[in-house]
């Protein structure tokens, strides 16, 4: 749409961080005056790209992709998505991916307002606003419509974006304010950006016809003609890329095998399911979630860094997508209480002040918080000041690995072991213990620590499983928290009379049963962080009902996801590893289990190229 200011960049949003220029602005009546925007997004995208008769045209397996500058209030996504739901049948597994950058985003509650304006796109738009998400810099993914639709919402400049997003898109609709009046989005190495996410035949709309923009889309492969412009704007352009490779058509009917039903695995098969894919899903176990993510209750955290690197920025948009995913099974293994992670000792008091010093957090993902406030959100007092997250809570891991493998298109083989895995005619054949061979044209690895001996590769790979025992404590001997607490142990509020506590961290030890010792090693550190649990008839640690798991970490302890790569980087086709998400699986397994399903379906990535990196399989060899 045509704007004719720049807004003011202001302290409206509680954007992003302190160092630099504030990222936010307030867009005034630019946003909140707009009756015939829906009619002039009409007539500059929806119509001039075709999106009706292109939509239709979309296979029943396939995805169609709409890449655009300055997402601004949403509203020609809001007009895509409802064109999109307008022309598919209800049953198709097709997706509309919508891949936007903006470099100012709105607070929700300005949202809230602007997208009030076009009650005609309510139901919509209060999805969008109960996903919309934290307004931290970088790449966020939105799944909406029950999958049927994919919003990649990068905030953050338009150039950066372009050079870390990867997709082809469909359609480009080029917004932004007037060239004249914010040339930094409008020049040719914007336009040349904008053409390397092209293919033959990707359609272009703009409300603009300076002269300029068109010499420079003509100059990067763009066939462009003048249309009429909305309203009192007498001129617009379309155009239609004419140079790269043509799409490739999605090969329908994939399936994929995933080995391990732990949470990377299991969320991995929903995602896949969801898309469309033929899931099987192996395990050894007699049922999932029986390993690593097994324990009765589990805490939905990530440990953010001080400073905002490329850890801190994968391990806060981990959280802030798992949330969103958690969000759908909130009245079944979800339980959103807010979660604390408390300064408890010298060293991580200090982290937390420098960690607090140095970023600025929206406060729906994360506020600093005194000991008499961290006291009144617990219920317990607590003598320690913390950060709460308010959007975390916990989860009945087991039960959220059964729940995640009942989609209808996932196929289950438990109890059943793998003696080999081989490529076969252009497919994977997996050797069961039993003689049997399964077949699939991909393979996932999701094995947890077991998955390094699966991998039919030489060399060695640096996974390592760590002992951890979690342990019950019963609901009236011990005074329980409403919210999760973490901090040296973590603790879980009560459900149906017990409270999770753990976990030990026993790094040489592989003894697979629970042991008094542990038990008692978990009592006293959290007797230590958080007095005002213990009771004086809390039973000792001989009474108490542990378990053992073994989390799979590498050395870097940073997760793994991607195709499998050998010792000397070249990739195996069609065969994926992920794990080692640690003791964050809860946290890291949805959008790790995102960035794979766009990886393997090679739809637009939900990761920046940069946040992909560190997740790549090569750095695992031991060299
Ligand atoms: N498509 C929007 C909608 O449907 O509401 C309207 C977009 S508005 C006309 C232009 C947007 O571009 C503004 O939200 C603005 O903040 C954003 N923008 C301006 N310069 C930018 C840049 N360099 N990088 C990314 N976004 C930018």
Excluded at 184 to 191: A, R
Excluded at 207 to 230: M, N, Q, Y
Excluded at 563 to 580: F, K
């Amino acid at each position: 749409m045509q704007q004719s200011t720049l807004p003011p960049a202001t302290e409206s949003a509680e954007l992003i961080w302190r160092d630099g220029v504030p990222e936010s602005a307030t867009f005034g009546d630019v946003y909140f005056n707009r009756d015939d925007g829906l009619a002039e997004v009409r007539h500059v995208f929806v119509g001039p790209s075709q999106l009706p008769e292109r939509f239709r045209q979309v296979s029943a397996q396939g995805h169609f992709v709409i890449a655009e500058s300055g997402f601004g209030t949403g509203l020609n996504f809001l007009a895509a998505w409802s064109e999109w739901m307008s022309q598919r049948p209800l049953d198709d597994n097709a997706i509309l991916h919508f891949v936007s950058v903006e470099r100012y985003p709105l607070t929700r509650s300005d949202l809230v307002t602007a997208l009030s304006h076009w009650p005609e796109l309510r139901q919509l738009a209060d999805e969008l606003i109960e996903l919309y998400p934290p307004l931290i810099k970088g790449t966020h993914r939105l799944v909406l419509a029950g999958g049927k639709v994919r919003l990649t919402l990068h905030f953050g400049d338009i150039a950066e974006a372009l050079k870390q997003l990867t997709f082809k898109a469909d359609a480009w609709f080029l917004d932004g304010f007037t060239p004249s009046q914010n040339p930094e989005m409008w020049h040719s190495g914007i336009i040349e950006l904008v053409a390397e996410h092209c293919k033959t035949g990707t359609t272009l709309a703009t409300f603009t016809s300076a002269g300029a923009v068109r010499r420079s889309l003509i100059e990067c492969g763009f066939d462009i003609k003048i249309h009429p412009g909305f309203s009192h704007k007498r001129d617009m352009l379309v155009g239609q890329y004419t140079a790269g490779q043509p799409s490739r058509e999605p090969a329908g009917g994939h399936s994929v095998a995933i080995i391990g039903a732990g949470i990377a695995g299991t969320a991995l098969a929903w995602n896949l399911a969801d898309r469309g894919l033929s899931v099987l899903l192996i395990d050894q176990a007699a049922e999932p979630g029986s390993a690593a993510s097994g324990n009765p209750q589990g805490a939905l955290y990530v440990k953010l860094g001080v400073e905002y690197n490329t850890q801190t920025e994968l391990a806060a948009m981990a959280l802030s997508f798992s949330q969103r995913f958690y969000g759908a099974w909130q009245s079944d293994f979800w339980h959103p209480t807010g979660l604390l992670q408390l300064a408890s000792n010298p060293q991580e008091a200090d982290r937390q002040r420098r960690f607090c010093e140095r970023n600025n957090y929206p406060s729906d993902l994360m506020v600093p918080v005194d000991a008499i406030e961290a006291s009144q959100i617990a219920g317990i007092p607590i003598r320690h000041p913390g950060l709460w997250f308010p959007g975390s809570g916990w989860l009945a891991p087991a039960e959220a690995c059964a729940r995640l493998t009942t989609h209808p298109r996932i196929k289950t083989q438990f109890d059943c072991q793998i003696a080999s895995l081989q490529p076969c005619n252009n497919q994977w054949c997996i050797r069961t213990d039993r003689g049997e061979d399964l077949h699939a044209q991909s393979v996932v690895i999701a094995g947890g620590h077991e998955a390094a001996k699966l991998v039919p590769l030489p060399g060695e790979l640096k996974l390592k499983p760590i002992r951890g025992q979690t342990t019950q404590l019963p609901e009236p001997m011990f005074n329980l928290p409403r919210t999760v607490i973490c901090g040296s142990r973590y603790l879980n509020p009560g459900i149906n009379g017990n409270a999770t506590t753990g976990a030990t961290f026993d790094l040489r030890d592989n003894n697979p049963t629970p042991t008094v010792a542990s038990n008692q090693e978990n009592l006293e550190a959290l007797r230590e962080m958080l007095p005002a649990t213990s009771t004086s008839n809390a039973p000792d640690a001989d009474q108490l009902e542990g378990r053992v798991a073994f989390r799979c970490t590498t050395h870097d302890y940073q997760p793994v996801a991607g195709l499998l790569q050998g010792s000397d980087g070249t990739p195996v086709d069609g065969l994926y590893l992920m794990t080692g998400l640690g003791s964050k699986g809860l946290a890291w397994a949805p959008l790790l289990a995102e960035y794979l399903g766009d990886v393997i379906t090679d739809q637009p990535r939900c990761l920046s190229s940069r946040l992909a990196k560190p997740l790549e399989t090569r750095r695992l060899y031991r060299t």
